[in-house]
DNA sequence: TAGATCCTTGGAGTGCGCTCCAGGCAAGCG
DNA sequence: CGCTTGCCTGGAGCGCACTCCAAGGATCTA
């Protein structure tokens, strides 16, 4: 496989050393996951994740000899990234349409990457609001807090 | 009137100074606004504001003599509140609760307290997400940044 | 081998925050 | 006067992101 090849696999892997410590990985290999223990390392729900998988945010996830699913440590990496991107309020047919450019192959890379940018800013501007709305909270707070001393003293 | 008084009067009053410049606000006194006029104001549409009021996220707001809404700056200022809420993802259940402490009179003041700190509290931790959602979208803009170059000194 | 627990599926249901509709009243204008 | 525009109401509908259900098969523990 060419060393150029930009695909999810190397990429997740590249962020493993951000994720949140979850000491309760098997190691790669034999690293294979009940849908329950999947849900419980994620905080999702099973249904949730079948979900995932039906409307096509999830990779094709194998299944046991019976029909069962197993999820690899590769899965829980995507997980990882789906989560954060739904921290960011990105809806989620965007994420599908990043899931679908991951697996329509490399030639996508200038669109994710496109993609992944534009993420950045719709992050930093929410960031932005929310600080603004931290100045307000606080300016309200002390008005509370000053009324607050008033009331007090008035009762002394 | 006690000049202790805790209201959403002297409290909005107090931070218009941080309001984004709305200039197009009627100054005190002959500040009455149709439904439409507020709606292209607040960016909000008519059906929202109405909405708004059904739920009781509004307080009393005056009719003309034919019974059609009239907005004050008041309302306004309530509204650029609610809006500042509704960024930082609160439900809109919680913020008809706050207004309703606001209605219910002083008494209530250590609650609405208790609540904007709360709020504060959850922007912070809204904030922290955010930026640890950013660290993540950097590590892989980062990857495809190094992927393209790559890719082109190859072509090269 | 029995019983409890977990997993499977397609499809229906839920809660939230709007969003729109029908039918009607009121004001301004040529 | 009729026409257009804006606003009124209660209630229905919508899109999103789950969330749950029913019926049946698989797996585990004693």
Redesign the pocket.
Known sequence: MDVMTVTETTDTRTDTCAMPPQGDRRPDGKDKY????V?ALTG???????????IGLMPH?D????????YTNRDLDWLALVGKL?LT??????MVRYAELVRAGDHTYAERFELLKATREDVLARIAELQGTLAVLDRKISFYADAGRALASERA
């Open positions: 009940t849908i329950s223990e849900a999702l729900t099973a249904h949730t994740l079948r979900w995932y998988e039906r996830i299944r046991s000899h019976t029909g069962q699913r197993r739904r309020g990105m809806p989620v047919a965007d």
